[in-house]
């Protein structure tokens, strides 16, 4: 007899987890560009100083400032909503 792998993940198992919602990929979409967003803001913050351009790293650090905490804010209610409505299906 063989043993099976995926013993938890059968069929009409209640354990079967292989559908997200839209949501949860729009969730999990935007939190990747969040990411990669501030991971090229302190790049081309790191890089504009070492290159002595002062005035080009204080005007991305003041547009940093005024758009980050948006779109966190923003993030964070898109996070909140996708966890309600996942744990409500």
């Known amino acids: 007899m063989k043993k ?15 559908r997200h919602s839209r949501l949860l990929d729009l969730a999990s979409i935007f ?3 969040f990411f990669l967003f501030l991971f090229g803001f302190a ?8 290159f002595g ?3 080009i790293a204080f005007f ?5 400032l ?5 779109l966190a804010l923003l993030l964070f209610c898109l996070i909140a ?3 309600i409505v996942e744990s409500i299906r």
């Open 4 to 18: 099976r792998l995926n013993h938890f993940y059968t069929e009409g198992s209640i354990m079967n987890n292989d």
């Open 53 to 55: 351009a002062a005035n």
């Open 43 to 50: 790049i081309a913050y790191v890089l504009s100083l070492s």
């Open 60 to 64: 991305l650090l003041r547009f940093a």
């Open 31 to 33: 939190l990747k560009y």
């Open 66 to 70: 005024g758009s980050v905490w948006r």
């Open 81 to 83: 909503t996708t966890v």
